[in-house]
């Protein structure tokens, strides 16, 4: 199973941008989200929701508020939407999918730009 991932770019702060994840075939994940790593920092959770139930988000507290995932259409694919972004947002964003067998998927990065 691979993981696709699309959406990254330049956006100035304050602007908006939706990164969107989805699988390559039919696949029961337990839960989808999205990891990002800045320069010279470890990568850190940003948001994950359980596709299984299709909701019981989580994000972190950097990004509440801000940020919404929403599963696409079911349980294999995932939506990201970043408002209010701001500079620090920047990083390599990478999709990540669990199995409930506690095997993991990792998407390719998608870089996230956030500067005037």
């Known amino acids: 199973v691979q993981l696709q991932a699309s959406g990254g770019g330049l956006v100035q702060p304050g602007g908006s941008l939706r990164l969107s994840c989805a699988a390559s075939r039919t696949f029961n994940f337990w839960t989808m989200g999205w990891y990002r790593q800045a320069p010279g920092k470890e990568r850190e959770l940003v948001a994950v929701?359980?596709?299984?139930?299709?909701?019981?988000?989580k994000y972190a507290t950097s990004v509440k508020d801000r940020f919404t995932i929403s599963r696409e259409g079911g349980r294999n694919s995932v939506r990201l939407r970043m408002d209010s972004l701001r500079p620090e947002d920047t990083a390599v964003y990478y999709c990540?999918?669990?199995?409930?067998?506690?095997?993991?998927?990792w998407g390719k990065g998608t870089l996230v730009t956030v500067s005037s």
């Open positions: 929701i359980d596709v299984a139930k299709g909701g019981d988000e």
């Open positions: 990540n999918a669990q199995h409930y067998s506690g095997v993991e998927y």
